[in-house]
């Protein structure tokens, strides 16, 4: 089936620096990317939409200059997020269109200390 | 009109019994209707879709019912197992139209041995 690869799975960074997240579709092209934030005991909200080749739609709410989405090849989006600060630890899901279907990442746990 | 209720909050079963879950949605142009399991720490996977044309899908253990004039669809799980132990979501999208997911708000399951 559909596997989205996404990394790292946890990653703790200071306060103030900027963080990567990578995903990756490893056995179909992923024309369309969507990014998840998730808090504990809560459901997916969707954060961004990106197309491959285009910018990302963000929903409302969301500050498309502090989360950075890049989505340049069929099989890769990356979402950074800049100057981090403790209040965008959270739980950050990917996913894809495969198929007939969405596929998810295994999810980054970030924590900014 | 793009929201999707899901009750309950949290479930808790003894081992063998049927769990149920349901979900609730107002769009009716929603056409595909999926259901996740998710573990702590990782990202949702795919447990059991189903679409507008049929009103129960059945794979091992799991079923979807729908019921589409009523837009309502529910989880039942057979035999719960302790290892059935997750949150659960229900999702719907307007698959023609290549739209995000729409997500339930989740139910912690409990199976207990």
């Known amino acids: 089936g559909a596997v989205v690869s996404q990394h790292p799975s946890r990653v703790i960074c200071k306060s103030g620096t900027s963080v990567k997240i990578e995903c990756r579709s490893l056995?179909?092209?992923?024309?369309?990317m969507f990014w998840y934030r998730q808090f504990p005991k809560q459901s997916l909200m969707l954060m961004a939409t990106s197309n491959e080749g285009s910018k990302a739609t963000y929903e409302q709410g969301v500050e498309k200059d502090k989360f950075l989405i890049n989505h340049a090849s069929l099989t890769l989006s990356t979402l950074t997020v800049t100057s981090a600060h403790p209040e965008d630890s959270s739980f950050y899901i990917c996913?894809?269109?495969?198929?007939?279907?969405?596929?998810f990442g295994s999810g980054t746990r970030l924590t900014v200390v | 009109q793009q929201q999707v209720k899901q009750s309950p909050q949290s479930l808790i079963v003894q081992k063998g019994g049927i769990s149920i879950i349901n979900c609730a949605y107002e769009?009716?142009?929603?056409?595909?209707f999926p259901w996740y399991q998710q573990f702590p720490g990782k990202g949702p996977a795919l447990l059991i879709a189903i679409r507008p044309d049929v009103s129960e899908k059945k794979e091992g253990r799991f079923t979807i019912s729908f019921n589409k004039s009523a837009k309502q669809f529910s989880l039942h799980i057979m035999d719960s197992q302790p290892g059935d132990s997750a949150t659960y979501f229900c999702a719907a999208s307007e698959e023609t139209s290549g739209s995000r997911l729409t997500f339930g708000e989740g139910t912690q399951l409990t199976v207990n041995p």
């Open positions: 056995d179909f092209q992923a024309t369309t």
């Open positions: 996913s894809a269109r495969s198929g007939g279907g969405y596929t």
């Open positions: 769009n009716t142009a929603f056409d595909y």
